[in-house]
């Protein structure tokens, strides 16, 4: 078999003879970028909101309001990660002659152009490949997977500015006059033919994932990893009261809220005690990480008015516990702004119910514009600070 190498040797430079095709061109090369500079920009943006969000640095504070704001950015990221997808491969599949051109470096300058193009490529399969596998619940590696997503996030984003840096000149070219001679040129009608295709692959990608964020498409929606609708009460369960092994404390008799730390009187609360409090009631939606999101109806104690019953200084803030004894996700802090929205509530019921045991029974925290890993379950402590 003849390696494309030996061919460029053999043809003197040309290794372009090999690929035919006249799309192969810097036009198409600058518009799929530009779609794909979007693309990755806004996943990136929403990204790294999400992740402060989860990790907070002191210098970070994430409203309580507006209340689905959450659901609009999380479900932004995962929808142009997924649309990100065949622009990527048509992207790549349109510069594939570049990658052998010869002599494969021309001088320093071009040799680190070459260089950065190894983690722009590796990062970029890599974020939408792990990105997908997460959302698909599935784990072929052995990594934690947000640290990994989030590092090669920034090393991803790294390359493709250092990029956009050496192609910025070539794309306004190309888009401005006559097809630049780089690669092939396409006529109008074979461009047009190929872009729609692609811009057809990544409009059917995005309507097919949005439904699990945007309830009347989620009929059509068949990438969607989660019917919104699915699950008890009406609801997606992500980790089960079975795998978190809650049960008999859930369901015991001698089940308490204990609400302590930075407060003049402490409480111990039964399960008819929490009952008989003044309840609240808040529509509000429980949106995933993963994407998918659902707004249902919650009634339960407002965690302001627990706060004030215990005694708490003005300002304090709280951290909510589980039962749960393993799990990275047990504790969630709120800030001030946060505890004391008014529709921050330590939930007894969905919808008229009471909580499945599935979904944090016999109380969970709910509160507005929070990822849903932060919005804990069988929730037995409150410690205020
Ligand atoms: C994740 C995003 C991207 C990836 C993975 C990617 C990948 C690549 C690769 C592998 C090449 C060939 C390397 C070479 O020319 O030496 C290339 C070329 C190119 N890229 Fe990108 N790119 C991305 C984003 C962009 C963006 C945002 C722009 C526009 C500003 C852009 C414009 C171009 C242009 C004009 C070429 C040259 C094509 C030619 O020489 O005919 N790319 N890209």
């Not at 959450?70 to 622009?87: C, D, E, V």
């Not at 491969?89 to 510069?95: D, H, Y």
């Not at 097919?208 to 990893?225: C, D, N």
């Not at 993963?290 to 706060?307: F, H, K, P, Q, T």
Request: hydrophobic share 45%; proline share 7%.
């Amino acid at each position: 078999m003849v390696r494309p190498v030996e061919v460029v040797n053999r043809v003197g430079g040309s290794v372009e003879r090999r690929f035919t095709s006249k799309l192969h061109e810097t036009r198409v090369a600058a518009v799929l970028g530009i779609a794909l500079g979007v693309s990755f920009t806004i996943c990136f943006a929403t990204g790294v909101l999400s992740h402060l969000i989860q990790h907070p640095p002191s210098w970070f504070e994430w409203p309580s309001r507006p209340a689905g704001l959450y659901r609009i950015t999380q479900g932004l990221h995962i929808i142009t990660g997924f649309t990100a997808i065949p622009l990527l491969l048509a992207k790549l599949w349109v510069v594939s002659p570049r990658l052998w051109t010869w002599p494969p470096v021309r001088n320093v300058a071009h040799a680190v152009e070459r260089v950065s193009i190894v983690p722009l490529v590796g990062g970029s399969i890599f974020m939408l490949f792990s990105g997908l596998a997460n959302v698909a619940r599935w784990y072929p590696y052995d990594f934690y997977f947000p640290s990994a997503h989030f590092a090669v996030a920034w090393i991803t984003i790294g390359a493709l500015v250092a990029h956009i840096g050496a192609k910025i000149a070539l794309t306004r070219d190309a888009l401005r006059r006559a097809p630049a001679p780089a690669l092939a040129t396409a006529t109008r009608m074979d461009r047009r033919r190929f872009l729609g295709g692609v811009a057809a692959t990544s409009g059917l990608v995005a309507l097919a994932t949005a439904g699990s964020t945007v309830g009347p498409l989620s009929g059509v929606s068949a990438l969607a990893q989660r019917r919104p609708e699915e699950g008890p009460q009406g609801l997606p369960v992500n980790k089960s009261a079975a795998a978190a092994r809650v049960q008999p404390a859930a369901t015991s008799d001698d089940y308490r809220l204990v609400v302590d730390g930075n407060v003049a009187t402490p409480l111990s609360l039964s399960l008819a005690d929490l009952r008989a409090l003044p309840q609240t009631e808040a529509n509000l939606p429980i949106t995933c990480v993963e994407g998918w999101s659902r707004g249902a109806s919650w009634r339960g104690v407002a965690v302001r008015d627990l706060m004030s019953m215990a005694g708490a200084r003005l300002g304090a803030e709280v951290t909510v516990e589980s039962i749960e004894r393993s799990s990275r996700y047990r504790r969630s802090n709120l800030t001030h702004a946060q505890a004391s929205d008014r529709d921050a509530l330590l939930a007894l019921e969905i919808n008229g119910q009471p909580l499945h045991l599935d979904h944090g029974f016999p109380l969970r925290l709910i509160a507005p514009n929070r990822p849903g890993v932060l919005q804990t379950k069988w929730v037995t402590k409150v410690t205020v600070r």
